[in-house]
């Protein structure tokens, strides 16, 4: 049963645009704060942002501070990332989960940026 979706991804130039979508089941998305993470070849999955259940309250680390915005769709169940001056290390596999805790992972949505 795939519970989590993504897309939006694909190849953009240093210094443009992507908005990420992702859809989640009901049981991982209601209620619950969601995030969005990156994994890259030979590197850890990171946090880069982070909405809580109400979408009141956000998180980014610096590395995407003022670059990357996460909003959420309650009535669709439906977390999102407006990603906007991308730089060629924000090139990796994006993934979308319930924060607390992580439910199973879906494919994600590659985002390749050039230089």
């Known amino acids: 049963q795939v519970q989590l979706v993504e897309s939006g991804g694909g190849l953009v130039q240093s210094g443009g645009s992507l908005r990420l979508s992702c859809t989640a089941s009901?049981?991982?998305?209601?209620?619950?704060?969601m995030a969005w993470y990156r994994q890259s070849p030979g590197k850890q999955r990171e946090l880069v942002a982070q909405?809580?259940?109400?979408?009141?309250?956000?998180y980014y680390p610096d590395s995407v501070k003022g670059r990357f915005t996460i909003s959420r769709d309650n009535a669709k169940n439906t977390v999102y990332l407006q990603m906007n001056s991308l730089k060629p290390e924000d090139t990796a596999v994006y993934y979308c989960?319930?924060?607390?805790?992580?439910?199973?992972w879906g494919q994600g949505t590659q985002v390749t940026v050039s230089s």
């Open positions: 909405i809580s259940s109400s979408g009141t309250s956000m």
């Open positions: 989960n319930r924060a607390y805790p992580p439910s199973d």
């Open positions: 009901g049981s991982i998305f209601r209620g619950n704060a």
